[in-house]
């Protein structure tokens, strides 16, 4: 009897000490020592450096989201400068016919809103890949039907050649739309896309995995410490 209760004790203080010793290595006196995001795209060392404990490390310039002038669904006009000093969370997707991999984004979507609503930090906008069809009341009847604010979740489109420069060139993301039999087909990258304060994309995130979602959570709460780092240390 003494044994069974004395491997519950040890089983308990196993559990309480964990969160403690995580805690533990992620503040590491008072300073994160987290895995850093990676950074997506093309990177090219620079010319200019600067220095890590001494010693001088060449910086890295790497690929950035260029600026767009799209609309959103209260047809207000939209530039990568209303979101300066946010953190951006995109995805791809369309209103016309019934579609499992947007109704399981604008779910998640609406998930992360519950968490980050009041967070002035985090963005979350949804890219149309359909913009000759997603515009004016149509766009503006879509975003009531999944209760899509604008200012924190922004539904965009425009013209269409700078819509897909932004996915290909911008997010790095593929989408075509095509017709089968009569009828539109997308052939589309479902994926989420964070970007930093600095439009660095730092992570890509399957929108209907479930998995990749929760470390999709986990990721933007890792980039947040870091920005806020990033600013406490004037960077």
Avoid at 7 to 27: C, D, E, N, S
Avoid at 58 to 67: K, L, N
Avoid at 114 to 138: C, Q, R, W
Avoid at 211 to 235: F, H, P, Q, T
């Amino acid at each position: 009897m003494k044994q069974n209760q004395i491997k519950k004790v040890l089983i308990l203080v196993t559990i309480l000490a964990v969160p403690g010793f995580l805690y533990y290595l992620l503040q590491d006196k008072g300073k994160n020592r987290y895995k850093p995001l990676p950074f997506y795209g093309e990177k090219v060392v620079a010319k200019t450096f600067h220095s890590v404990r001494g010693k001088q490390i060449p910086d890295t310039i790497y690929h950035q989201v260029g600026d767009f002038k799209l609309v959103n669904q209260n047809a207000d006009s939209v530039s990568l400068k209303q979101y300066e000093g946010k953190i951006m969370l995109l995805n791809l997707f369309y209103t016309s016919g019934s579609s499992y991999g947007v109704d399981y984004a604008n779910k998640a979507i609406e998930g992360f809103l519950k968490v980050y609503e009041k967070n002035h930090m985090v963005n979350f906008v949804s890219l149309s890949i359909d913009p000759t069809v997603d515009k004016g009341a149509v766009l503006a009847d879509y975003a009531k039907s999944i209760s899509a604010n604008a200012g924190k979740w922004d539904l965009l489109t425009g013209d269409s050649l700078a819509v897909k420069k932004l996915i290909k060139d911008g997010l790095l993301l593929d989408a075509l739309k095509t017709q089968a039999n009569g009828q539109t087909k997308f052939d589309y990258s479902n994926m989420f896309v964070l970007v930093d304060i600095n439009k660095r994309i730092r992570g890509y995130y399957e929108a209907t995995n479930q998995e990749a979602l929760s470390k999709l959570d986990d990721e933007i709460k890792v980039l947040i410490a870091e920005e806020l780092r990033n600013m406490r240390d004037g960077r």
